[in-house]
T-cell receptor
C-alpha cells in the first residue's frame, strides 16, 4: 500500500521569504501526486498535481512542486510567501491505475510571519 | 458551477446517538468520497461511491456507513456515536477516473459529548 510522509509538521517563515514543504511517498507502483491547501474552517483546495510528463509542476498562487522519482519525493516550493499563504498543506498520492482513493500525509502547517 | 455542499456544517451529538451527514456533489460528478479529519490521525479515507455503488472502503468499523442516490447526492451515517468520532467530515466529488481532481466541500464539524 502507498503512504505519504510530510517531514515537517510546522514551518514558520517570514513574509517574502522562500519556502519548501517536504513530501516523500512510498509505493511499489506508479502514482499520481497532489498538493492540497486547507484554510481555517474550509475544505481542501487543489494547489497542483503531477500525473505524468514534466517533473516540474506549476500550480495556483505561485506554488510549484518537483517530482523526483529516484528520491520518491514531491516537495512544494514558493519563492516568496505572503501572509495569506498561512494555512495547512497536505501532500497526497493515489495509484495511477484503477479507482483508488487518495492517501494523505499528516499535513504541514505553514505560518507566515510579518 | 456550484461547489460541493455539505449539510449541516456543525453538529453536536451525545454518545450512543446516531448521525447522518449529507453531501451534494458538483453537477455532473458521479463519484463521491468521504474522509474523516482529526488532529491525531489526519485525513483518513472512509468510502467512495460511484453510480450508487460503494467502490472503495477504508478501514473503519461497520458503524460508519454510506449511500449514494441516483442524483449522485450522498449521505454518511454513523451509529452508536463514540467520543472519538468527533472530527471534521469532508466530502469530495470527482468525475470518473484517477486523472480527475477531487473537489472538496467545506466539511461537517461533528462534536460528540
Amino acid at each position: 500500500a502507498q503512504s505519504v510522509t510530510q517531514l515537517d509538521s510546522q514551518v514558520p517563515v517570514f513574509e517574502e521569504a522562500p519556502v519548501e514543504l517536504r513530501c516523500n511517498y512510498s509505493s511499489s507502483v506508479s502514482v499520481y501526486l497532489f498538493w492540497y491547501v486547507q484554510y481555517p474552517n474550509q475544505g481542501l483546495q487543489l494547489l497542483l498535481k503531477y500525473l505524468s510528463g514534466s517533473t516540474l509542476v506549476k500550480g495556483i498562487n505561485g506554488f510549484e512542486a518537483e517530482f523526483n522519482k529516484s528520491q520518491t519525493s514531491f516537495h512544494l516550493r514558493k519563492p516568496s510567501v505572503h501572509i495569506s499563504d498561512t494555512a495547512e498543506y497536505f501532500c497526497a498520492v493515489r495509484l495511477n491505475s484503477g479507482n483508488t482513493p487518495l492517501v494523505f500525509g499528516k499535513g504541514t502547517r505553514l505560518s507566515v510571519i510579518a | 458551477k456550484a461547489g460541493v455542499t455539505q449539510t449541516p456544517r456543525y453538529l453536536i451529538k451525545t454518545r450512543g446517538q446516531q448521525v447522518t451527514l449529507s453531501c451534494s456533489p458538483i453537477s455532473g460528478h458521479r463519484s463521491v468520497s468521504w474522509y474523516q479529519q482529526t488532529p491525531g490521525q489526519g485525513l483518513q479515507f472512509l468510502f467512495e461511491y460511484f453510480s450508487e455503488t460503494q467502490r472503495n472502503k477504508g478501514n473503519f468499523p461497520g458503524r460508519f456507513s454510506g449511500r449514494q442516490f441516483s442524483n449522485s447526492r450522498s449521505e454518511m451515517n454513523v451509529s452508536t456515536l463514540e467520543l472519538g468520532d468527533s472530527a471534521l467530515y469532508l466530502c469530495a466529488s470527482t468525475q470518473t477516473g484517477g486523472l480527475y481532481e477531487q473537489y472538496f466541500g467545506p466539511g461537517t464539524r461533528l462534536t460528540v459529548t
